[in-house]
């Protein structure tokens, strides 16, 4: 048996004092020296090893048992800076450290360390040498009722009250519904911003504070939402909470940045929770296979106790559209089945059993799925965009010989064409009149199964976001095929 020695590893970044227990996917690549061409090549005697490495500026590492030898160290932080270092296993034990960039302010830490669209430490010459910008004007607003200017009041977590609003949007024309509104219950929600001078974007933080004033139970999570609408020059994006996120009604780790550039507001959300503020960021990038390896470390805390059903449904749609978790596959129909049910007002809960349903390619699942498809339309907006395109792909396939259910579809294909489906949040861009470049897109407009899911500069963003990776992007497309008798 070969000689082994213990390696301790963890990322040195700070993010704003906190850290993130399951933070970045850590690869031990085993090398030896080629003497020929002098250079490393991968030694085939020995196995790569994975680990999910801790991020912070402060604490411990994870254990990793790595074999005598070199090794050649990598990880990809959710932002996509690469970080790797060389390392000799020995008989003593050694701890690794990466270390990556400072984030060019202290405020913007979480968002440089997930991502988020804001320039990085040797960019940020670049916003000295443009000279001091004037600051952000943004109105942030949280409610649960949207109110547009001589328009009335509808629930933002209901299909039909956007597929109504759209509709009036475009019949009597954009101006006539130019400003957006939140009203009604903030269920204690206060928002406070830093930042947004010197072309600086600004950062948007919630809490909450004092006691719910309704029976707090987290098995209704979906029954009562938040939302948060960001308006600037260019128009108005509005955002469903992941809230409550956890058991703790006070918890409240989430927040955005904002930035206008020129006609375009943009907006970054952003979770701030130490154990799986890593999965959303890779989700949010786009990045499924890390957030993969994050899920298969993580994936008791995740489903067992199923203490937080957000982050389990993020895990779910990581779960659905990655190749990995193959060998622990018996347990998805019991994971899936009890955070569709355990949750009665959750749609994604619904929607992605009704996935896993039609992935099985069985004609005796394809009536649940129906249901269930059915039941998630029922209760309201899925928290995350890949539940609304599974929605919509699950619709498509389960709705023949169904003209109710074909008004569903229609009805949701609609509304999903003003969504933002290239962010992990379920979010809406309504923009201002005199900043569309292209005519109202209508809600109930037809189009072939699949397409015209958004507003047209979206798609094409997402069309440049996606030719710029070649990992898996969710969502990943399964479809049902059934005999035609």
Same mark, same amino acid.
């Given at each position: 048996?070969?000689?082994?020695? *213990?390696?301790?590893?963890?990322?040195?970044?700070?993010?704003?004092?906190?850290?993130?227990?399951?933070?970045?996917?850590?690869?031990?690549?085993?090398?030896?020296?080629?003497?020929?061409?002098?250079?490393?090549?991968?030694?085939?005697?020995?196995?790569?090893?994975?680990?999910?490495?801790?991020?912070?500026?402060?604490?411990?590492?994870?254990?990793?048992?790595?074999?005598?030898?070199?090794?050649?160290?990598?990880?990809?932080?959710?932002?996509?800076?690469?970080?790797?270092?060389?390392?000799?296993?020995?008989?003593?034990?050694?701890?690794?450290?990466?270390?990556?960039?400072?984030?060019?302010?202290? *405020?913007?830490?979480?968002?440089?360390?997930?991502?988020?669209?804001?320039?990085?430490?040797?960019?940020?010459?670049? $916003?000295?040498?443009?000279?001091?910008?004037?600051?952000?004007?943004?109105?942030?607003?949280?409610?649960?009722?949207?109110?547009?200017?001589?328009?009335?009041?509808?629930?933002?977590?209901?299909?039909?009250?956007?597929?109504?609003?759209?509709?009036?949007?475009?019949?009597?024309?954009?101006?006539?519904?130019?400003?957006?509104?939140?009203?009604?219950?903030?269920?204690?929600?206060?928002?406070?911003?830093?930042?947004?001078?010197?072309?600086?974007?600004?950062?948007?933080?919630?809490?909450?504070?004092?006691?719910?004033?309704?029976?707090?139970?987290?098995?209704?999570?979906?029954?009562?939402?938040?939302?948060?609408?960001?308006?600037?020059?260019?128009?108005?994006? !509005?955002?469903?909470?992941?809230?409550?996120?956890?058991?703790?009604?006070?918890?409240?780790?989430?927040?955005?940045?904002?930035?206008?550039?020129?006609?375009?507001?943009?907006?970054?959300?952003?979770?701030?929770?130490?154990? *799986?503020?890593?999965?959303?960021?890779?989700?949010?990038?786009?990045?499924?296979?890390?957030?993969?390896?994050?899920?298969?470390?993580?994936?008791?805390?995740?489903?067992?106790?199923?203490?937080?059903?957000?982050?389990?449904?993020?895990?779910?749609?990581?779960? !659905?559209?990655?190749?990995?978790?193959?060998?622990?596959?018996?347990?998805?129909?019991?994971?899936?089945?009890?955070?569709?049910?355990?949750?009665?007002?959750?749609?994604?809960?619904? @929607?992605?059993?009704?996935?896993?349903?039609?992935?099985?390619?069985?004609?005796?699942?394809?009536?649940?799925?129906?249901?269930?498809?059915?039941?998630?339309?029922?209760?309201?907006?899925?928290?995350?965009?890949?539940?609304?395109?599974?929605? @919509?792909?699950?619709? $498509?396939?389960?709705?023949?010989?169904?003209?109710?259910?074909?008004?569903?579809?229609?009805?949701?294909?609609?509304?999903?064409?003003?969504?933002?489906?290239?962010?992990?949040?379920?979010?809406?861009? @309504?923009?201002?009149?005199?900043?569309?470049?292209?005519?109202?897109?209508?809600?109930?407009?037809?189009?072939?199964?699949?397409?015209?899911?958004?507003?047209?500069?979206?798609?094409?963003?997402?069309?440049?976001?996606?030719?710029?990776?070649?990992?898996?992007?969710?969502?990943?497309?399964?479809?049902?095929?059934?005999?035609?008798?």
């Amino acid at each position: 048996m070969a000689d082994r020695a *213990w390696v301790s590893v963890r990322v040195d970044k700070r993010i704003d004092g906190d850290h993130v227990i399951y933070g970045v996917p850590v690869r031990f690549r085993p090398v030896i020296e080629d003497e020929k061409r002098h250079v490393r090549i991968f030694d085939r005697s020995r196995e790569m090893v994975s680990a999910i490495a801790p991020v912070g500026s402060y604490g411990y590492g994870v254990d990793v048992s790595l074999t005598y030898g070199e090794y050649d160290v990598e990880a990809t932080l959710p932002s996509g800076e690469p970080l790797s270092t060389e390392l000799t296993v020995g008989s003593e034990t050694v701890q690794v450290v990466l270390r990556g960039e400072n984030s060019p302010n202290e *405020w913007r830490s979480w968002a440089h360390f997930s991502g988020a669209s804001l320039a990085s430490e040797r960019q940020v010459t670049g $916003e000295f040498l443009r000279g001091p910008s004037p600051q952000t004007s943004f109105d942030v607003m949280v409610g649960s009722v949207v109110h547009a200017a001589a328009g009335g009041g509808f629930d933002p977590s209901s299909w039909n009250g956007w597929f109504d609003f759209l509709d009036e949007r475009y019949r009597r024309g954009p101006e006539y519904f130019s400003n957006i509104q939140l009203g009604g219950s903030d269920y204690g929600l206060s928002v406070r911003t830093e930042g947004g001078f010197d072309g600086t974007p600004l950062r948007i933080l919630f809490s909450r504070d004092g006691y719910p004033d309704y029976g707090y139970d987290i098995t209704q999570i979906g029954a009562r939402r938040t939302f948060a609408a960001i308006t600037g020059h260019a128009g108005t994006r !509005l955002f469903a909470l992941p809230l409550p996120w956890g058991e703790g009604y006070h918890q409240t780790p989430f927040e955005m940045l904002a930035f206008e550039d020129g006609r375009q507001l943009r907006c970054d959300p952003i979770l701030r929770d130490e154990r *799986w503020s890593g999965l959303v960021a890779y989700v949010n990038r786009g990045r499924v296979d890390l957030a993969s390896e994050i899920l298969m470390s993580a994936r008791d805390a995740l489903f067992e106790k199923l203490e937080n059903p957000l982050a389990a449904a993020i895990g779910g749609y990581v779960l !659905l559209s990655s190749t990995r978790g193959r060998d622990i596959k018996e347990s998805w129909p019991r994971w899936l089945d009890n955070l569709a049910h355990r949750f009665p007002r959750l749609p994604d809960g619904a @929607i992605l059993r009704a996935r896993w349903l039609l992935s099985q390619n069985t004609e005796e699942n394809l009536h649940e799925a129906h249901e269930l498809l059915y039941e998630a339309v029922e209760r309201g907006l899925p928290f995350f965009t890949t539940g609304v395109v599974w929605l @919509i792909e699950g619709l $498509e396939q389960t709705s023949i010989g169904c003209p109710t259910c074909t008004d569903l579809l229609r009805m949701v294909r609609g509304v999903a064409r003003s969504m933002d489906l290239s962010q992990a949040f379920t979010s809406f861009s @309504i923009t201002k009149p005199l900043t569309r470049g292209s005519k109202e897109t209508r809600p109930d407009l037809s189009a072939p199964p699949g397409t015209a899911l958004v507003e047209p500069y979206v798609q094409e963003r997402s069309r440049r976001r996606e030719e710029a990776t070649t990992q898996p992007v969710i969502p990943q497309r399964q479809y049902l095929t059934l005999k035609q008798g």
